[in-house]
């Protein structure tokens, strides 16, 4: 009888973990939000660093675009990163299923907790992700996935207790 107790927790215990190792976790992913008014440039740090963005544009995406994309992101202490038109139409830049990738000079940030796309134009982008690499700070990954709206800034801002998709290179 001890010998079957002993084989049925043993069969248990296996089933419980087979089932916790096989199941995918769920991962919540925030949302990009339109910004109703974004100030540039309001920066309190007057250093230069350098930083590397990568964009990769969704597959699907429209197949090529000749809006204008500009970029801003920073950290929660008002430091702010400004990158007008990234846009070259004539260079490819932001097609489908693409990843374009840029160094972008501007003040010296702590973590980047935001990150805002513009696009103006009428062909329309979407981007899949954005990811920033920095000396100084981590790299940070932005997922939009979605289209980005014309005429407006466009992203995240989890500078407050929100996470975001982090890692070390």
Same mark, same amino acid.
Do not use: H
């Given at each position: 009888?001890?010998?079957?107790?002993?084989?049925?927790? $043993?069969?248990?215990?296996?089933?419980?973990? #087979?089932?916790?190792?096989?199941?995918?976790?769920?991962?919540?992913?925030?949302?990009?939000?339109?910004?109703?008014? +974004?100030?540039?440039?309001? &920066?309190?740090?007057?250093?230069?660093?350098?930083?590397?963005?990568?964009?990769? &544009?969704?597959?699907?995406?429209?197949?090529?675009?000749?809006?204008?994309?500009? #970029?801003?992101?920073?950290?929660?202490?008002?430091?702010?990163?400004?990158?007008?038109? #990234?846009?070259?139409?004539?260079?490819? *830049? +932001?097609?489908?299923?693409?990843?374009? &990738?840029?160094?972008?000079?501007?003040?010296? *940030?702590?973590?980047?907790?935001?990150?805002? #796309?513009?696009?103006?134009?009428?062909?329309?982008?979407?981007?899949?992700?954005?990811?920033?690499?920095?000396?100084?700070?981590?790299?940070?990954? $932005? $997922?939009?996935?979605? $289209?980005?709206?014309?005429?407006?800034?466009?992203? +995240?801002?989890?500078?407050?207790?929100?996470?975001?998709? &982090?890692?070390?290179?």
């Amino acid at each position: 009888m001890k010998e079957m107790i002993k084989a049925m927790a $043993f069969l248990l215990t296996f089933a419980f973990l #087979l089932t916790f190792s096989i199941a995918k976790p769920i991962i919540i992913q925030p949302q990009p939000q339109a910004l109703e008014s +974004f100030n540039l440039n309001e &920066t309190k740090n007057a250093g230069r660093c350098t930083y590397t963005v990568t964009i990769k &544009t969704s597959c699907s995406s429209t197949r090529y675009t000749r809006d204008q994309i500009s #970029l801003a992101f920073g950290d929660a202490y008002g430091n702010q990163v400004y990158a007008p038109r #990234l846009d070259d139409p004539y260079s490819r *830049t +932001f097609e489908q299923c693409s990843t374009d &990738t840029f160094e972008i000079y501007g003040p010296c *940030t702590y973590d980047v907790c935001y990150l805002y #796309l513009y696009r103006s134009g009428y062909d329309g982008w979407k981007p899949y992700k954005v990811t920033v690499y920095g000396y100084y700070t981590k790299t940070v990954t $932005f $997922f939009y996935n979605v $289209f980005i709206p014309n005429a407006i800034w466009y992203g +995240f801002d989890l500078c407050r207790g929100s996470s975001v998709s &982090t890692s070390t290179m």
